[in-house]
């Protein structure tokens, strides 16, 4: 392999392309945000409060959802869903090595196994096909991961679960406002978790997740859960947790949720032009599924030589993200489980290939021009 390292050198003199841009999504609304952060400030109510009650209306609402219950992260978020769904230690829970591995976390926090099925290969969320084998009697929950800001079949996953008792939830945590068939995110299983950590299509500035459901049992054991599981004031029903979401991040939030929408559009609008600029590249492309909204949290695409190519971009100015390099079923937090390599083949091949391209919606149509231009530039190169 040879990378032409002529004839390029403008490019990398050009201001760098960055991944992720927060600081130019601030800066539009900067106004709004400093008057809802004045507002909390001056209420001197910190955590909880009616700045983070709104959020759970607007987010509910906006989701499609009876109840939301803002927390502290998306990773307390799960594990708040897998507890009131009932999972317990030495149960096992069916979920995806292809995915940030707070999904896992959960899964052990409450004692519970992770049992793996591989990912579709065009999708890169749950095969479908694989989970009814891996059901057994200790099975309690079933756990896609709407990847990318893509959501998992959840027709068949819904399907299985009725069938065999089993509650389907949601880590929706890179997918607000994705949809499944005119349905929103989240909303499908028995509760849907979402992450807003500041990277997130609806991102905080700081730490903060959600869940939505439509349970109102579910809800209320959630709300009291995540508050050191207070029934009333200093009387504690069980173990509980502090999970609360404060309420800078609830007034943050609810400004946010009214850019989601716009913001969404413009994500759809850069990855539509993704595809159609880098058709003809010998690269595998992500896709949007007929009967699925992608919300593009991310734009991930695949080709064997990626390190050298993510090097070569980065000589260029371009900077790209990595999601994710290791699969869970091989992190050494994980090894207890005995799966090597070639367990999740394709969950390993888009570990090994995949890197991601700057998708924001601030990003210029000049900005990412000179993404795919780059990339011309560098895979025209790569033997
Ligand atoms: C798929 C997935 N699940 C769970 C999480 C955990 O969310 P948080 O970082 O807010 O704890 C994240 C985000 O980082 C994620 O991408």
Redesign the pocket.
């Known amino acids: 392999m040879k990378i032409a390292t002529n004839g390029v050198r403008t490019l990398a003199k050009e201001t760098p392309v960055p991944f992720l841009d927060l600081k130019s999504q601030y800066t539009g609304i900067r106004d709004e945000i400093l008057d809802a952060l004045r507002d909390v400030a001056d209420s001197g109510t910190y955590i909880l409060g009616p700045r983070v009650a709104d959020f759970e209306e607007a987010f509910a609402a906006r989701a499609g959802a009876r109840h939301c219950i803002g927390v ?7 594990h708040l869903a897998l507890i009131c769904s009932g999972v317990q230690a030495g149960d096992e829970v069916i979920t995806v090595p292809m ?5 896992t ?2 899964i052990s926090y409450v004692g519970a196994s992770p049992v793996f099925v591989d990912v579709d290969p065009v999708t890169y969320t749950m095969d479908v096909e694989q989970v009814e084998r891996k059901i057994t009697r200790r099975t309690k929950a079933i756990l896609p ?3 990318y800001g893509q959501s998992a079949d959840m027709g068949p996953l819904l399907e299985l679960g009725r069938k065999h008792g089993i509650p389907v939830i949601e ?4 997918a607000h406002g994705a949809r499944y068939r005119d349905q929103g995110s989240g909303t499908l299983g028995l509760c849907g ?5 500041p ?2 299509n609806l991102g905080a500035y700081g ?3 959600a869940i939505v459901t439509d349970d109102s049992q579910l809800a209320d054991r959630m709300k009291a859960l995540r508050d050191h599981a207070q029934s009333r004031r200093y009387h504690h029903s069980e173990i509980g947790f502090n999970y609360r979401m404060d309420a800078f991040q609830g007034a943050i939030l609810g400004v946010k949720l009214r850019h989601l929408e716009a913001w969404t559009e413009s994500r759809r609008r850069l990855a539509q032009r993704y595809l159609e600029g880098l058709e003809d590249f010998p690269l595998a492309l992500p896709s949007e599924a007929e009967d699925r909204r992608h919300v593009w ?1 991310l734009f991930v695409v695949l080709h064997p030589q990626r390190d050298l190519i993510r090097r070569e971009l980065e000589a260029r100015g371009i900077q790209t993200g990595l ?1 994710y390099p290791v699969p869970v079923h091989r992190q050494e937090a994980y090894a207890h489980l005995n799966l090597g390599q070639g367990a999740f083949p394709v969950s390993e091949k888009i570990a090994a290939e995949c890197f991601s391209l700057p998708l924001f919606p601030e990003l210029t149509e000049p900005q990412q021009d000179r993404v795919i231009l780059a990339l011309q530039d560098v895979l025209g190169e790569v033997r």
């Open positions: 502290n992260s998306g990773t307390s978020a799960i995915t940030f591995v707070a999904t976390w959960a991961v709407h990847l880590d929706a945590a890179q978790c979402f992450s807003f950590y990277g997130k730490e903060a997740g949290h999601h």
